[in-house]
Each structure stands twice: as C-alpha cells, then as structure tokens.
C-alpha cells in the first residue's frame, strides 16, 4: 500500500462500511489476543469479515477472529474490532493503522485499544488488567512517517497525553464500581514476534517500562494523528521473560486472556455508556 493514495483506500473502505451499517457510532474498541469475547456483549450485530472490506489487512494470528463487529451496548451504537494485525506479521506500519484510519472515516472520535502484555513491573499479577499512562514506541517504525496527507492530520503533532487522562478517570470510575483500582503503567511496544530476553527486560525496565507487548504504539500514534482520544487497556497475560520463572508462550498468553476476557467485558459495559454520555455533552 503506497502512501500517497491510502486516504483514498480508507474511504473507500468506510464507504463499503457505512453502507453495510444503519448505525453511526462514535466509539470503536480493538478487542486483542485471545481478548474477542466483548463482541458477543453487543446488541442487533452486525458482523462483517475483514476479508470482505476493501483494502484490509487480514490477521494471521491464532486466537485474533479477524472481523468487525458493529451493535449497541446499552442502546450506545458501538464498532469492535475482534483482532487487529501486526508488524511482526510482515505487516507495513502504515497497513497496521489502516483499519484506525477507516474508524476516523466513519466517523469515530474515540478508541478503546486493548491488548495482551507481559508484566514487567513486579508488583504486576498475572491476569491484572492495566490502564496505559504513557508509551514507549520501540519498533523503530512510525505509522505516519512518508508523505503527510493532511487529510488524516498535521505533519507534527503533540504526543503528551497519548492516552486521554479523561478516559483513564472514566475507567477508574467504571473499576471501582466494579470493586477494584486500576493500576497505570507505561506500555512499551516491540516488533516482535520473539519475546524478549531476560536482559532487554531489565533494560526496559530501567527505561521506565512497566509493560511490553506487539500491538497499539502503531495505532495509538495514528489515532493522535487524526485526533482520535484512546484509551488503552492491557491485560497482563505473563510476567516478562525472567521474571517469571517459566518459558513464555502464545498458549499462556491466550489461556490467561480468555481468562479475563468477562472482567474486561464488564468494565468496558460500564465505561463504554460513560464515555458516550460525555461525547454526547457540548464542547467546553
Ligand atoms: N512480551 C511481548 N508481548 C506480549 C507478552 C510479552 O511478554 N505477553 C503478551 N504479549
């Protein structure tokens, strides 16, 4: 996908979307590794295979279902993606975010990204979901490096709360109704697809990294781009590699996901409504 004409392709994309779709959603979650059981919450689905909508990247992942879901959570008109791609797939950076970039067509202003992360600081628990504070983009990529299409958003543009703090209190507010704090933390974002080693950890670590994963650095950026507000969620599936005392596996990470799939499901069926209410309040 060459730079100078993926404006084109993501509207062309929404299009495809917008006339498959009677709803018109403004909020729009990426369901990650083995994370997919949130589209079964929502109402009068719409269920459309990545394959069948223009231009977009398929996953190859095991445990990532591959198609978007569109429905309404508590009468909130509502896009889940179940499963997103990777660099590490041999995905461009720029094929990564196009599925973001299709969301901005249609319309969404804000976005839920979820994922599954290794826990690198050590008061972290296995299965612990995690509010991301902050990232540390460590693949060496940028999503929106190239030509810039003004279109999707300025050339320069600010990264100093690439997570909404407001949506980080909505989510505080949605845990403690469910009776628990959410703890913050930096999410630092790879490659991949190896884990890493016991010394790049500590390195990470040392870094101000409290978690590590393969997705949402990409996304998160092209969502800042185009002024989509994220907030980002990350379930803790493993301790990072020498912490914990076992090797690390995709089996693990998506065991510990299904794991906590109904607790993610049930914050976000409280933060969700919360976060539509407030878009839905006039700009101050
Ligand atoms: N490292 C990188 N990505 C991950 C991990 C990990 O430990 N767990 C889940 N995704």
Redesign the pocket.
């Known amino acids: 996908m060459s730079s100078h004409n993926s404006f084109d392709q993501a509207a062309e994309a929404a299009a495809y979307l917008s006339a498959r779709l009677t709803i018109r959603p403004a909020i729009a979650v990426v369901l990650g ?1 083995g994370l997919g059981g949130f589209a079964a919450e929502l109402g009068q689905p719409v269920t459309i295979p990545y394959s069948e909508i223009p231009h977009f990247p398929q996953s190859t992942v095991p445990g990532h279902h591959g198609q978007l879901v569109a429905g309404t959570l508590k009468g909130v008109p509502l896009i889940v993606m179940q499963g997103r791609v990777h660099g590490y797939e041999g995905y461009s950076p720029e094929q990564v975010v196009f599925p973001v970039r299709v969301l901005r067509c249609l319309g969404i202003r804000s976005l839920v990204l979820t ?5 690198i600081r050590e008061s972290l628990k296995q299965g612990q979901l995690v509010l991301l504070s902050d990232h540390i983009n460590f693949t060496g990529k940028n999503p929106v490096a190239g030509a810039n299409d003004e279109r999707f958003g300025p050339r320069f543009f600010d990264m100093s709360e690439a997570y909404s703090k407001t949506l980080r209190e909505i989510a505080q507010r949605a845990a403690q109704s469910e009776g628990y704090v959410l703890e913050e933390g930096v999410y630092l974002g ?1 490659l ?1 697809p190896s ?2 080693t016991p010394a790049e950890i500590r390195a990470f670590r040392t870094m101000g990294a409290d978690l ?3 997705s949402t650095v990409m996304e998160t950026i092209a969502a800042r781009h185009m002024g989509i507000e994220v907030l980002g969620i990350s379930c803790v ?5 020498g912490i914990q005392a076992e090797p ?1 596996s995709h089996e693990e ?1 998506m065991e510990t996901g299904r794991r906590v799939e109904s607790t993610i499901a049930r914050l976000l069926k409280r933060v969700i409504p919360a976060m539509a209410a407030r878009l839905d309040e006039p700009a101050k």
Do not use: C, K, Y
């Open positions: 590794s994922n599954a992360a290794g826990g790879l991949g884990f890493e590590v994963g393969m599936t493993n301790m990072a590699a690390l990470v």
